[in-house]
């Protein structure tokens, strides 16, 4: 039971554009989106999160989304650079725990 | 600040050889610990994580289990190691106050199954 689907498995942008990367999640239970960036073989990187009490969150260049309704999140990212090209990976979370989705792989084009 | 480390980097072992995979934290007290493993092309698999000293909660059936025998140590073991067990194994730690905490990942260990 896939509780958060990341559905997109690769995205391409140009870069200066804005990047957009999608999640959805099953379990209301969730109290606690993050998102991640990684690069091959290193651990996750955090990057942005939000609570469940709020519906955006911005830092600098990113900004993340809460659609609780539609148990939707997204990540915001402007003026993408190609040092933004690597896999994001959304989780949530509740009671400790830590679900994470499958990764979607941006790929900012120069 | 607060580190996490992982050893060793990369691992390669034969089938049905034992495992022992070490991650310790540093500058907290009583974190949250996590392992993870990420298959390749695959996501982050929650294998386990520990609230205490000696509480292990399994979120997947397998021949992996973890250990924590001090606050900021957290050790994935194994008897008899599978082909499928290959992956990149990732530990994470997390305050343990509860409620909206961040979790920070170590650098990984990247093992092969022979």
């Known amino acids: 039971d896939q509780q958060v689907k990341q559905n997109s498995p690769s995205l391409s942008v140009q870069e200066g554009r804005i990047s957009i990367l999608n999640c959805d999640y099953t379990n209301s239970m969730f109290d606690y989106f993050l998102w991640y960036k990684k690069y091959p073989a290193e651990g996750p990187t955090f990057l942005i999160s939000?609570?469940?009490?709020?519906d955006k969150n911005e830092d600098g260049r990113f900004t993340v989304f809460l659609n609780k309704s539609a148990k939707h999140l997204s990540l915001h990212i402007v003026s993408s650079q190609p040092g933004d090209s690597a896999v994001y990976f959304c989780a949530a979370s509740y009671s400790h725990k830590y679900i994470f989705g499958t990764g979607t792989r941006l790929k900012v084009l120069a | 600040s607060q580190t996490i480390h992982q050893w060793p980097a990369t691992l390669v072992q034969p089938v049905g050889s034992p495992l022992s995979l070490e991650c310790t934290v540093e500058?907290?007290?009583?974190?949250?610990l996590y392992w993870y493993r990420q298959a390749a092309g695959r996501g982050l698999q929650l294998l386990f994580y520990?609230?205490?000293?000696?509480?292990i909660s399994s979120e997947v059936p397998q021949n992996l289990s973890a250990s924590r025998p001090q606050d900021r140590q957290f050790i994935l073991s194994s008897k008899k190691l599978l082909l499928s067990d290959s992956g990149f194994y990732l530990c994470?730690?997390?305050?343990?106050?509860?409620?909206?905490?961040?979790?920070?990942f170590g650098p990984g260990t990247r093992l092969t199954v022979l």
């Open positions: 520990s609230v205490g000293i000696g509480q």
């Open positions: 939000i609570s469940s009490i709020k």
């Open positions: 500058g907290t007290s009583n974190p949250n």
């Open positions: 994470a730690w997390s305050p343990g106050t509860g409620g909206t905490d961040t979790q920070y």
